[in-house]
């Protein structure tokens, strides 16, 4: 290899050399009426003018004389970007017009600036092309400003949120993940997010950053992944209040939406976030994740468990949630010798193994849970047969009136904790069968202590 193709290769990383060494060289045929090709010189000088180099710097690489260069540039290179970027002969007026010129025609690579921070790294992925697609539609066609990812833990919110940011890399210019399962406060979070904007005048005042970081969503295309916010919200409360301190989360998502801008905020939550329902509509929208249905089968395959006759009841029996499917197939390899067949017949319908990460998990969404959405779960899970509303409100002693209860299921809906059933014109209520288990165990736990 020569010692100048050795020069300035970084400019590889921010341009299009293999196009722009083309267009030059046609550009060039056309300047001089020959069939000249772009020397390895003139590459060298073009990468070195790219990667902001002055004509000065490039000679001293070069080892040439500054004269020398800038004979060389005036003669050739300034006069083929001038052709290619159909500029009148002699418009150059500084070095810099190179890298100016060029990107404004499009042979800057646009690449993603990406802030994962901590996100996690995903080593497989199954499924969810449904779900995918219509993120694709909502946030890539029809530029939605604000998507919610709603499910209970461990269904795939953040693997798939970090999927679809991957697979999209290059439709966005910026791409910010953000964990909030620490819940920071919003004062603390713009800061770095417009930090890494660039923004290098920080306003104080948190409603001047956010109108700023909108400034931004405004001229760049941004994806704000916000991961975890159930973290924000109340205890005690019905689905999707935000504690007190973390209310101008709120305030924050409705700007985000409301406002103009060619950006999304792409947020993850076990429970569906109050304000969500007042934005909803063009420009907010929120997806459901259910069941990873018949892909979870390859989580079976990849842990090497046998009895491919029974996955699909094991998929099932634990509501498709790939974590609590790994969990188990991990089990089930290690204790089972690898056999479904001889883990279901020792875990019976009603004994369905809950396992422990998975218990924790459920304890922490419990919390939140207000005391009637309590109160409800745990008479689902002591009558095990699906309720009909009439069931539920007769076994409160002091009927619970009508007005009261379909909040209560429509916010235990949107923790995704109950699952609602229609058939014979009937509508009842019950839950998920590893819920359920959770449920009863912990039910069982707490007597147990109480004897003792
Ligand atoms: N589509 C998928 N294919 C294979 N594995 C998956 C898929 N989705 C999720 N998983 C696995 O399931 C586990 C849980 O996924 P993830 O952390 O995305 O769930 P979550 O809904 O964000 O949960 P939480 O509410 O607790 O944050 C992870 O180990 C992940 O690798
Ligand atoms: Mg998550």
Redesign the pocket.
Known sequence: MKFEDQLFQEAGVNWDLEKLYLKLTQAKQLHTFSSAQLTAIEKAILRGLLCNYSPKDIAKHLHWALNSLRVELTRGLYRYVETLTAHDLNAIKSWRNIAQWLEAAGYKILQPRCDWQEA?E???????ETELAQLEKKIIQNKYHVITLL??????????GIKFAQQNLYEFKYIIWRNLAHAPMLEDLLPGILGFLNCNNLPTDINEQISLLIEYLRSSRCLLIF??L?ALLGVNHLAGFYQEKYSNYSHFIKRISEESHQSCLLL?S?DEPMNMYFVRGNKADSIQ?GS?GD?AK??FREKGLSDSNCWQKMIERYGGN??AL?LVSTTIKDLFDGSVALFLGANTELEVIVPTPFQK?LKEQFKRLSDLEKQIVSTLATNRQPMNLKQIQMHFESQVSLSKLLPTLTSLKKRSLIVVLAAENQISFTLQPMIMKYLIFTHRAEKSRVNI
Request: proline share 6%; aromatic share 6%.
């Open positions: 996690p995903i080593s497989s992925f199954y499924g969810r499910g209970m833990g461990g269904i795939g919110k953040t693997t798939l991961d975890g159930e993850t076990q994740l990873l892909a390859e989580i790939p974590l790994n998990l």
